[in-house]
Nanobody, 120 residues
Framework: QVQLVESGGGLVQAGGSLRLSCAAS????????MGWYCQAPGKQRELVAA???????NYADSVKGRFTIFRDNAKNTVYLQMNSLNPEDTAVYYC??????????????WGQGTQVTVSS
């Protein structure tokens, strides 16, 4: 069974940095797009950043220049480097991946979420 396991969230002061990691495990034939979403209390889940298997990236306007998404295909892992954090970045961050499994069908998978809290 395919799983996404996240790590790296926590509490940080404004201006600080965090790096999130998300590792896919299970029987995986290939991974297409991987990404990070965030959901703040009372708000909808929204895209933060995404990266294709070829390395093309896409960012929300609010994080451009501060966050960097990258992946290690050999480890089936995607990372989100978050710099210059501000209190508005406080949210639960979810990893997402389009994964082709043993049956060769591609499905979307979500991680369990990791809390990021930025204090002012």
């Amino acid at each position: 069974q395919v799983q996404l396991v996240e790590s790296g969230g926590g509490l940080v002061q404004a201006g600080g940095s965090l790096r999130l990691s998300c590792a896919a495990s299970g029987i995986i034939f290939s991974i297409n797009t991987m990404g990070w979403y965030c959901q703040a209390p009372g708000k909808q889940r929204e895209l933060v950043a995404a990266i294709t298997s070829g390395g093309s990236t896409n960012y929300a306007d609010s994080v451009k220049g501060r966050f960097t998404i990258f992946r290690d295909n050999a480890k089936n892992t995607v990372y989100l480097q978050m710099n210059s954090l501000n209190p508005e970045d406080t949210a639960v961050y979810y990893c997402y991946a389009d994964i082709r499994g043993r049956d060769y069908y591609t499905r979307g998978y979500w991680g369990q979420g990791t809390q990021v809290t930025v204090s002012s």
